[in-house]
């Protein structure tokens, strides 16, 4: 089955240590994207990518890096820089400018 | 800056009564909008969408939104809701002159009464 997957679903991390969440998409899509989801605030998108080896910074990337070696996968690293980390992260991805979003499962971090 | 306003936080129906969400954007230029829905330990999918058209659009689980383009407001209804639309429900649009980046509402938790 055509999909994203993300992964780990859940993890938890101590204060100050780097820790990377997997996106991977089996879709054929050119654009990705790391959205990150916290209660009422709706969806804040981190950073995207709409072609291998390019990414943009979204709205709130400060503390995080990414990277599109592959169409297929787009890592998200969560630095020690954020200072806000514990959230439920998103990876989508889409064909086109105007599609739909197609959504993992999303990767829930918290930060002891 | 673009915004999307979605009035409800959270809202609690009982099965067979009927729904409304209200969902405002900011910016009177070309849009298309989405209404995606979470619900509880799955992942976000689409609802519904517009493009161009028809502006009354159906979308699954006898969901519809009305496009009102004066009113910038693109609301999500249902005539009997059902236990099992207990979600999340996110009104999103795509700006088509910023880059076709989609700007999200806050959400609207639905809680469905048995």
């Known amino acids: 089955d055509g999909g994203i997957t993300q992964s780990p679903k859940y993890l938890f991390r101590k204060e100050g240590q780097n820790v990377t969440l997997s996106c991977e998409q089996n879709?054929?899509?050119?654009?990705m994207y790391w959205y990150r989801q916290d209660p009422g605030q709706g969806l804040r998108l981190i950073y995207y990518?709409?072609?291998?080896?390019?990414?943009q910074k979204g709205d709130i990337a400060e503390g995080y890096s990414v990277s599109r070696e592959k169409k297929e996968s787009f890592p998200l690293t969560v630095t020690s820089a954020q200072k806000n980390p514990t959230a439920f992260y998103l990876c989508?991805?889409?064909?086109?400018?105007?599609?739909?979003?197609?959504f993992g499962e999303g990767s829930r971090l918290t930060v002891l | 800056a673009q915004s999307v306003s979605q009035h409800n936080h959270h809202v609690i129906l009982s099965e067979a009564a009927s729904l409304e969400l209200g969902c405002n954007y900011s910016y009177g230029g070309t849009v298309n909008l989405f209404w995606y829905v979470q619900y509880p330990g799955q992942h976000l999918q689409l609802l519904l969408k517009y493009f161009s058209g028809d502006p009354l659009v159906k979308g699954i689980k006898g969901f519809e939104a009305e496009f009102i383009k004066s009113k910038f407001s693109f609301n999500l209804r249902k005539p009997s809701v059902q236990w099992s639309d207990t979600a999340e429900y996110f009104c999103a649009v795509n700006y088509m002159d910023s880059n076709y980046q989609l700007i999200w509402g806050a959400g609207t938790k639905l809680i469905i009464k048995p």
């Open positions: 989508a991805s889409k064909q086109g400018n105007t599609g739909e979003l197609f």
């Open positions: 990518s709409q072609i291998v080896n390019d990414f």
């Open positions: 879709l054929n899509h050119d654009a």
